[in-house]
């Protein structure tokens, strides 16, 4: 009875009013069972404006609406109908946008895409409302996959799913296969040879690195081991929670690298776990890193999202550029250990003669 009343309060407190109020929950209310659908209606009674439930159950993480995929559905159920414009697609699937450079703008754009919407991008809730005159929606994460279906099934925008890849050859087909869906072709094959082009440089200079992959990075990670595998990088470990999608990579990765180790991040004997026992060159993601302090380390988990051929380009330069600052600073400090050893000598020396 309070919720309601405590909206009204902060909204009437506020000197420009907000355009929607989105009250979040956690697993207190779900084990309470709460009916937070009917306490923002009440709001909405009481306020005048949108109220939206955003439940965050932990609880229903390894579900199948875990709370980030609810969250999505929550951010596109204030859009309403309007008339739809065929040149005009939303992105949906992350919080914020693509990388400026991604090939993706520039190849919807030459299939005849005018408009291109991500809602990270809409400058306020008028451009954002204009998300529901697109003619499709392009999926670039699963975890939006239900928002997807719901404005699917509420306002007739129909979805086409595209998935994260580090695997070339998998990118271009499902480039290929995406355009013969718009009744299109795209010519992608610059942005390939470009990323080829950058994966063959790092390899040329570290051509026996050892990698560690993590789930807390811009990738699944298994496809990202898998990937890196076939590059024929030796990849000693990968941490993740499985999930079934995940088994497909695993399969695979046992017939080309039985020695690599999966460990689980969930797994309580995790607190055990030493580093040394699989010596790595480089780490990517944040709870790999960790677990190898000492490597060089690549989080690759800002906010602005890898995608595609410029995705893949972007990895193996930062790649790159965090073994080439390890090195350096490891040369550096046995720099300076040589020469305090030789002012040692030089005293010893001296105290001798």
């Not at 609880?59 to 859009?79: A, C, D, F, I």
């Not at 994260?164 to 013969?180: E, P, S, V």
């Not at 890193?289 to 893949?312: C, K, M, N, T």
Request: hydrophobic fraction near 40%; charge should be negative.
């Amino acid at each position: 009875k309070k919720v309601p009343k405590a909206v009204q309060e902060i909204c009437d407190s506020l000197e420009k009013k907000p355009s929607v109020v989105m009250i979040c929950i956690t697993c207190v209310d779900a084990l309470l069972g709460t009916d937070m659908e009917r306490i923002c209606r009440k709001s909405e009674e009481k306020t005048g404006l949108p109220v939206r439930p955003c439940y965050m159950y932990a609880l229903t993480r390894e579900g199948r609406k875990p709370p980030m995929v609810h969250v999505r559905q929550s951010l596109y159920s204030l859009l309403k109908p309007k008339k739809k414009k065929g040149n005009v697609v939303n992105l949906l699937g992350f919080f914020s946008p693509l990388m400026d450079d991604c090939e993706l703008y520039g190849m919807l754009e030459k299939a005849g895409v005018k408009a291109i919407n991500e809602i990270s991008r809409c400058k306020d809730y008028e451009e954002y409302q204009t998300m529901a005159e697109a003619n499709f929606n392009l999926v670039l994460d699963a975890e939006a996959r239900f928002a997807a279906a719901d404005m699917q099934k509420r306002l007739g925008i129909p979805y086409i799913e595209l998935t994260r890849l580090y695997q070339l050859d998998k990118i271009k087909n499902q480039y290929t296969l995406f355009a013969a869906a718009l009744g299109s072709k795209f010519d992608d094959d610059a942005y390939f040879e470009e990323a080829l082009a950058a994966k063959e440089a790092f390899k040329k200079k570290y051509p026996h690195a050892v990698f560690a992959i993590g789930e807390g990075c811009n990738a699944n990670a298994f496809e990202l081991a898998f990937a890196l595998i076939r590059y024929e990088f030796a990849v000693a470990e990968v941490f993740g929670n499985l999930s079934k999608e995940d088994f497909v990579y695993i399969e695979k990765m046992a017939k080309l690298s039985p020695e690599t180790k999966i460990y689980s991040n969930l797994e309580p004997t995790m607190i055990y776990y030493e580093p040394g026992e699989n010596p790595v060159d480089i780490v990517i993601g944040k709870d790999a890193v960790y677990y190898h302090p000492e490597a060089a380390q690549l989080e690759w988990s800002d906010d602005i999202q890898p995608f595609g051929y410029r995705g893949v380009k972007h990895f193996f330069e930062e790649c790159e550029r965090v073994l080439d600052e390890k090195n350096a600073k490891s040369e550096a400090k046995n720099l300076k250990n040589s020469t305090k050893n030789i002012k040692e000598e030089k005293i010893l020396e001296r105290g001798t003669n």
